[in-house]
């Protein structure tokens, strides 16, 4: 008599597991035993690979599947979307079920952003992105009032003071990103943090000054002038 050795699994270490797996992985690891047939559909981290499929069209239905089918009662940390996409639909709707769930952590590689919803329960994003507008910053945001860690790479920056919409902030990275401030050749970025500890700007050449006010800062790298 064969034995289901897969069932014996505590069901924590099952779903650690398949966080360490993406996606179209995990949903494929329903065919392994009569427990993991649902298990998918519990996991915290949801990892959407575009690489992992042929072609954007599929891997557009395959996300909206497996929101649809994802058990909503199961807790959700982390959310990544890493790919490119055909519709900012798909963007929204992985970005709309995520926040409602209560995501902890975002990490996003795209070519556009879908919108700038009030999304307070993130904690951390992190985005990899080709010269995407930043809706979400500004003096005046309070899309990420909760924000702890912010990581930007290739993004533009139309505001010249960004994050006194983060009021909890406290880890800043930049990279590759464009200040850009409607034809003014001052480009002074202001960061006014009262909580920022960590802060990296690098390789962000449109920046020629930056201006601090972040009493708690304790690691500061690559700076072009301050």
């Not at 202001?190 to 960590?198: A, E, I, P, Q």
Request: proline share 4%; charged share 15%; glycine share 4%.
């Amino acid at each position: 008599m064969e034995v289901d050795i897969l069932s014996y699994i505590p069901e924590a270490l099952q779903l650690r597991i398949l966080c360490c797996l993406d996606a179209k992985q995990a949903v494929q690891t329903s065919m392994l035993s009569r427990t993991w047939v649902s298990l998918w559909t519990k996991t915290p981290v949801l990892n959407f690979k575009c690489s992992s499929f042929n072609n954007l069209d599929a891997f557009n239905t395959f996300v909206n599947k497996v929101l649809c089918r994802r058990d909503h009662l199961a807790k959700l940390d982390t959310v990544k979307f890493l790919g490119l996409i055909r519709s900012t639909q798909t963007l929204k709707s992985v970005f709309d079920f995520a926040f409602s769930h209560g995501v902890k952590q975002l990490e996003v590689s795209i070519h556009n952003f879908a919108g700038s919803n009030a999304w307070p329960s993130l904690k951390v994003l992190q985005s990899w992105c080709h010269w995407i507008m930043c809706p979400f910053l500004g003096s005046g945001s309070t899309s990420f009032k909760n924000l702890t860690v912010l990581h930007l790479t290739h993004a533009i920056i139309r505001d010249v003071e960004p994050y006194s919409g983060f009021p909890i902030l406290e880890s800043l990275k930049l990279l590759y990103c464009n200040l850009s401030t409607n034809g003014n050749i001052n480009k002074t970025l202001r960061v006014y943090s009262l909580r920022l500890s960590h802060l990296t700007i690098s390789w962000c050449t449109s920046i020629n000054c930056c201006k601090l006010e972040t009493p708690r800062l304790r690691f500061l790298i690559g700076v072009p002038r301050v």
